[in-house]
Structures are given as C-alpha cells and as structure tokens.
C-alpha cells in the first residue's frame, strides 16, 4: 500500500514538474521574465523530490521492500565526521609519541643524578680517607733529618728542590714535606716558586694545627695578592688561622678582602668562606 501512495505521488510530482517545465517554454515578452531566483529555486527542489520519489518507486519495485532514503547532505557529514576522528586519532599518536619521549628524557635525567649522588659520596669518602691520612702522617713523622730519602733544598736547583717537596707531600710525608719546604722558602724564598712554597708550608702547619707559624706563612703566600689557583683558598685559610687563634676582628677583615682581591673564587672557596666567616660572628 505505501509503495503505491509512494508511486502515485511520484507520478503527480512528475506532472506537476511537465507542467511547470512546460510553461517555462512558453514565449513570454521581453518586459517580463515570472521566474525570479525565488521560483528557479523552488523548482530545482520539485526535481531533487522528484528524483527522490523515484528512487524509492523503482527500488520497491524491484526489491519489495520498504525503502528509506536519506537526505543528500548526511553522507557529506558523515564523511567529516571520518575526517575529523582520523585527525583526531593522528594527533593522538603524536601525543603519545612525545610523552613516550618526555619519559624516556625524565628516566636519563634521574640516572644521571643518581650517578652524579654516588660520585659526590666517593668523593667525599675519599676526602676523609685522606684526611685520616694526613693526620695520621703527621703523628708519625721521620726523625729529624730524615727526608724520606730525598735531597734537601740547599742540595739541588731551586725548581728540583721544589719537585721534590712537593713528591713528599703527595707521598704523605707532611713532616719532611714542612722541612723540605721551610728550607726552600729559606735557600730560595725569593724564587718564582718561593709564593707558593710558603704556602705549601702553611698548609703543613695548618694541618697540625700550628696555627700562628701557618698564619705567618699564607701572609708571606698572598703578600701582593697573587693571581694564582691557590691564592684565594691561601686567604681563607688565613682567616681560620686567625680565628682559631682568637683573633675574630682580623679573620672577619682578611674574608672582607677575599670577593675584592678575587672575585672569581671557586664555589667551593666561597663556601668555605662563608662557615669561616659564621664562625667568626662576622658582622
């Protein structure tokens, strides 16, 4: 029964459409012209329902069957629609991409740190050991005279003499290295080597705490202020001489030079500083 309503109203829209056509055929005079945009667009929509009705007489007829027949624009949306989930899974992927790579970067860094904590702590230990070292080498100092088989300054050229207190320090014989040193600053003080001699004497004396002999010689180390690597850690080490010899006001002035004679100071100098300087109650 609807197939046939169907068919019918195919067959009066199909008439209605020859009768429209053929008055658009008609001659009319050049002064007038009936079919405005208006009527054009109404009689493109009869054809688009004409076409409609048609399709869904000859599919029922062919098929038997109820027929739908959707409107022309719902495969155009469909197809946006699929467009706009394709972009939408592409920038997807993307993301996923670039968090996979954000993860991996956070993974890299937080080995490198973990690395750079165990380096830091076998430093450290390292630090201590030699301090141990260092202080166990001082109890236990050659006799005097005794220079671990190594000439003594007055026996050789100012640069071997040199070379050769500083092998006894390294080697961990800090007595003989303070004598070989004392006795360069004595035969050769006034060498280019003799600035830093004192100050490998004063960290000799230091280490056993002889404090006003190891303030004398960082005094004779920096006296004009030397540019050299060891330098600002010389003033520093002359500022806790002073302090452990009571002498706060002096230790406070000496660290109160250090950024105006060497602004360039290595971090570790600057922190050493800073203790030193709360250890002082500097103002």
Not at 106 to 112: I, M, P, S, V
Not at 134 to 143: H, K, L, R
Not at 179 to 199: I, L, T
Request: aromatic fraction near 6%; hydrophobic fraction near 40%.
């Amino acid at each position: 029964m609807k197939l046939k309503s169907a068919a019918f109203a195919a067959l009066l829209a199909t008439s209605a459409l020859t009768g429209a056509a053929a008055i658009a055929q008609t001659p009319l005079p050049l002064e007038a012209d009936p079919l405005d945009d208006r009527s054009a667009r109404r009689v493109e929509r009869m054809e688009k329902v004409v076409r409609e009705l048609r399709s869904i007489v000859f599919q029922g007829r062919d098929t038997g069957k109820p027929v739908v027949v959707q409107p022309a624009e719902t495969e155009a949306m469909i197809q946006t629609m699929a467009t706009r989930v394709t972009d939408l899974e592409e920038s997807l992927q993307r993301l996923n991409g670039q968090n996979e790579t954000l993860n991996f970067d956070l993974n890299q860094a937080k080995r490198e740190a973990t690395d750079a904590k165990n380096q830091a702590a076998a430093l450290n230990e390292r630090l201590t050991a030699l301090e141990q070292k260092i202080a166990a080498g001082m109890v236990a100092a050659p006799p005097p005279g005794e220079t671990g088989g190594l000439p003594m300054a007055q026996d050789v050229d100012p640069d071997t003499a040199f070379a050769n207190a500083r092998q006894m320090l390294l080697d961990g014989d800090y007595a003989g290295a303070e004598r070989a040193f004392a006795a360069f600053v004595e035969q050769h003080g006034d060498s280019p080597k003799g600035a830093e001699a004192r100050y490998w004497l004063a960290e000799t004396q230091y280490v056993r705490q002889a404090y006003p002999d190891a303030a004398a010689s960082y005094i004779g180390a920096i006296r004009g202020w030397p540019k050299t690597g060891w330098a600002p850690d010389a003033v520093v080490k002359l500022a806790r001489s002073l302090s452990a010899m009571n002498r706060a006001a002096d230790a406070c002035k000496t660290l109160d030079e250090l950024p105006k004679r060497y602004p360039n100071a290595s971090a570790a100098v600057k922190s050493r500083a800073a203790t030193t300087r709360t250890q002082a109650k500097c103002a």
